[in-house]
């Protein structure tokens, strides 16, 4: 049941595609606050760009082509630049400013997990390492491999394994293939009347393999978990063979070889199918929102639900400068003096239960000291939820650096985690510049926080970040807190891992690198320390 046509590709100096790129542009309100808060510079992307001329031969490609089909083996310019890096804003910038040096010497798209598995033979023979390519929405520069040693890199491009392999209606799972994209998912499940229930902000773009491969957590994590809670089997593809994993709901037949693939990056194996968890589409949703005095107060309320484990499928609040500036009208819920704090609460499934479960929420957060706001900014923010990384475009046109980061900790060091990365990367970033965040994905121990923050660019804007983005992680570690709660590993994280999970830790992600991967040829210096 394969997905056609061909997705359209996503804009190579933007987020989306080259029709909804730039989206929303700002009016002249919005100008005019930018202007006021950090000046206007204009900083439009280099045009005609292209890459570096492919170091791989034909003699070498014909390998390839009797493989997966010459007409799936690229090596023209406009193909090889779309699949340079990813979408962090450092990637952003670099393509804006013309470098498309990482640019893959060809995109290979085979079918299916027999023909992945001969490419990366392939690979190993002829010393070419290999980037797995889905959606292209990596932000820790997770698709910007080191080239050093080999003979030329190839972008693994998944799209043509884009198919719904099987529904099993009475132990509620589904196999998908890796290249699908959430909306496809979701539309060949809603076939069936199911739902994954999965929406990260990239949503839009980006694909199940790169959900499972990154640990990906999305909007709904509430009510519907975390990605990698989601999949009970997959099938990789690593150069030393097929690992099939997943044979029962629940095992204690040794360690869960999983979980080794489930944020592994690509580096450890090509995932070519996964078994996830699915639910019955909802026949009711509905958002709402509440206003909370102070951000320690909507955060005290989460846990209360989180810990009396009464969640509703969405629960999101957003930090006093993130209410004021990002997203409410603040007269709206409170005034323009005093807007406080905005949760966003949503609910889905039966109308019984989506009643049901509404009202229980409410009471609790009613007596905790929330003021319910009805269903306007919880609908607004429905309505929007996947369209901030245009505006990062529409900012980045003007000269003002937009960037994200996220981590997450135990509910008893929140406090001091939130402050020592706020003061990090203000102190960091100098005067005028924002720092917004948001806490999205709940846990009865603990919550994830989300960082975005906006300064005027200086010249030398990735050096910039780069700075802020090194002082903030240097306060995450030093907090006890996890480097990533979602963004995963990449090349950006690193220089933290080892701080993380220590020595022991390092050598045995290597010792598993060095049995699945020993020529190490996939995503090489991406993940492992």
Known sequence: MPIEPTPVEMHPQRWGTPSEAPRPALPDSALGLVEIVFGLQDRPPVEGATPPPSRLDDVLLDGLRAVVGADHVLTDDATRTLRTRGKSTPDLLRARAGDLDD????VVRPDGHEEVAAVLAWAVE????????????????????????????????????RRLLAVDAVSMTATLEPGLRGPEAEALLAEHG???????QSFRHASIGGFAATRSSGQ???????????????????????????????????????????????????????????????????????????FGAGTDAMRTLAQAGLLPTVLRLSDESET??????PSSIGGADDPGCLMITGYEGTASFVDARRAAVGAVLADLGGTP?????????????????????????????????????FWSDRERLYADVKAALTSTLGEGSLVLCHVSHVYETGCSLYFTVAARQADDAIAQWQA??????????????????????GTDHAPWLAQEIGDVGVRVLRAVKAELDPAGILNPGVLIP
Do not use: C
Not at 103 to 106: E, G, I, L, Q, V
Not at 194 to 200: A, D, K, N, R, S
């Open 373 to 409: 706001l009805g269903t306007e900014p919880g609908e607004r923010w429905a309505h929007g939820r996947f369209d901030g990384p245009h505006l990062r475009d529409a900012l980045l046109d003007h000269g003002v650096l937009v960037e994200t980061l996220e981590t997450a900790t």
């Open 126 to 161: 002829h010393r070419v390492a290999v980037v797995p390519f889905g959606g292209g929405t990596s932000v820790t520069g997770g698709l910007a491999a080191r080239r050093d040693g080999f003979a030329g890199l190839v972008s693994l491009d998944l799209v043509r394994m």
């Open 194 to 200: 199911l739902t994954l229930g999965h929406y990260p």
């Open 324 to 329: 004021a500036i990002n997203l409410a009208d």
């Open 468 to 489: 802020a983005k090194a002082a903030a992680s240097d306060a995450i570690v030093a907090a006890g807190a996890t480097i990533t709660h979602h963004h995963a590993i």
């Open 103 to 106: 640019a893959p010497d060809a």
């Open 220 to 294: 709904s994590s509430a009510g519907y978990g975390r990605f990698d809670a989601m999949v009970v089997g997959l099938t990789a593809a690593t150069p030393t063979g097929t690992l099939r994993l997943g044979s029962a709901p629940a095992s204690a037949a040794g360690p869960d070889l999983r979980q080794l693939l489930l944020g592994s990056e690509g580096a450890f194996g090509v995932i070519t199918s996964v078994t996830v968890r699915v639910r019955r589409a909802p026949d009711v949703t509905s958002y709402e929102g509440w206003r909370w005095p102070s």
